[in-house]
């Protein structure tokens, strides 16, 4: 049965319940909204910028089931421009993206900024100017061992995060985030076991013995090398470059925030803020001017908490897609839930790329259309271990239209309301 389309716009006011909010925004055009919407808001702000590289990054899209089956065929898509006229554009641009995230966070707030060897000193200083230098807190060693090596020079194997309060009375919580003892970090220390059996290392010093027990916790320092860059094959990875590993933003978003917390990314890319946060049982805020990157997020947050739909809202700047793209759909009420099917799609733009049908959608969610909002209550994503997209979804009669979101390969959400038989 044919479809016909409803709209290409936000997705909105799904109120304060909701989980967490993605803007798919250019970020100067949209600092005067977050500023209105969510000044003082933010208990934890992570930017992971571009680093000022001259490089242009993609993002590796499979098509259709057969592409995530097999690994091919890909497109590579545009993911993220990191071209500057000169150094002081890109400091221009950095120093009004921190002085936005400043006037988002709480007085209690904090703000980690993840930078590599390229712009690390000019960062500092610039942290220095926006946030003061009495409230640096730690610049944070973030080593890895994945890449190549470097012959003419040492391999460069760190990142570093610069992690600043926005006042003295911020919040952190180092015991939230426990990590292993290292056995290589003690093998000096003498062992031993107590009257109660439980074991310890030893060391004594000034003449007083100092003891340390394996079951109980140890904490980071300021270099973090257990945990590690993403491998070529890790389960984690979406395609698109400079993806971080959700362990690294765990660590982030726990040490600094509580349950029911606002955290903030504004350079959110795959979404990996986004995830954590879920994770842990914060709020978020994410923004990104790629619609690919938005895609991602989306993808990546519908498999969060078992697949069980999160109240997200995606606040789209300019329409995704054009109008010219049709849908074949079915709805098949009942008296607690309806049953929408999926039949068919078409694209032009995916029939010039000589991709058929279905093969163009990447994502689709069945839900509500409830004024100006959609609500998704269900959806089918396809992923490595699932790379078949489900042809039916079944969800909840609540109010408003019943609807369908697609996401093509490209990254482009589209609205359909299906026609309807009864």
Known sequence: MGATYIHCGAERHLGRESMGMVMQRALPACAEELRARYAGAVQTVYLDPPFNTGKRFEMKARIGEKGYRTGSPTLSLPAYEDLWPDREAYLAMMRETLTLARDLLKKEGTLFLHIDCRMHAHMRLLMDEVFGEHNFLNEI???YQSGGRAR?????KHDVILFYAKSRAYYFNLRAVPIARSEARSNHMKRGVDADGRTYR??????????????EPTYPGDVWDDVSHLQQKDPQRTGYDTQKPVRLLERIVACATQEGDLVCDLFAGSGTT???AANLGRRFLCVDQNPLAVAVM???LSQTAAGRPMGVCFDVEAPCGADDCTVEAEVFP?????????IGFDSPKARRAGIEG????DQWYAGFVQGDAFRSCAASVRTVGTPALKPALEMPVCGGEPCIMIVDIWGNRRFYLPKRRY
């Open 141 to 143: 060693i973030w080593s």
């Open 152 to 156: 003419t020079y040492f391999p460069r």
């Open 202 to 215: 030893s060391i004594v010093s000034a003449g007083k013995e100092y003891r340390y027990y394996d079951d």
């Open 274 to 276: 986004a995830v954590a």
């Open 298 to 300: 989306g993808k990546r």
């Open 334 to 342: 009942a008296i607690t839930s309806y049953t929408v099917r999926l």
């Open 358 to 361: 279905l093969d163009a959608v």
